[in-house]
């Protein structure tokens, strides 16, 4: 029933813990699809290779990645003593997140469905 006691429970769950810097912004107003067009565009690049990439992308999802890549290498120098310079993106990814169901009037009374949909958005780095 019981693995031990609860110190040593969490002691065991900390060394488990995913060590590399990451950075997730959650409820971002932009649909997974559009989302991983960019992802796709810097996954496994260095950092200053992919923030070129996000800063000169015109797409909306471009600007909320940037932003996200920044905090993830200042999280890489701030809390793991990590080099800037030796980084890359390991992992991207944007899950699906709540949808805004709205309604728009449409001929003859009717109404449309349209859905707003949101996105989770997590990069993880590492060093070379």
């Known amino acids: 029933m019981a693995k031990g006691h609860r110190s040593q429970v969490k002691r065991e769950r900390n060394a488990q813990k995913d060590t590399r810097p990451s950075a997730k912004l959650s409820y971002a107003r932009v649909s997974v699809q559009k989302a991983c067009f960019v992802l796709d565009a810097i996954r496994g690049k260095d950092v200053q290779t992919a923030l070129g990439i996000v800063t000169y ?19 890489a120098e701030n809390n793991n003593g990590m080099s800037a310079e030796n980084l890359y993106v390991e992992e991207c990814y944007a899950n699906q997140g709540p949808t805004m169901k709205r309604v728009r009037p449409r001929a003859q009374g009717r ?7 949101m ?8 060093e070379r």
Do not use: C, D, M
Not at 111 to 117: D, G, H, L, Q
Not at 119 to 126: E, G, Q
């Open 57 to 75: 992308n015109p797409r909306y999802a471009s600007s909320l990645i940037k932003k996200l890549l920044e905090s993830a290498v200042a999280n």
């Open 119 to 126: 996105s989770h958005i997590t990069v993880v780095l590492n």
């Open 111 to 117: 109404a449309y469905r349209i859905e707003k949909r």
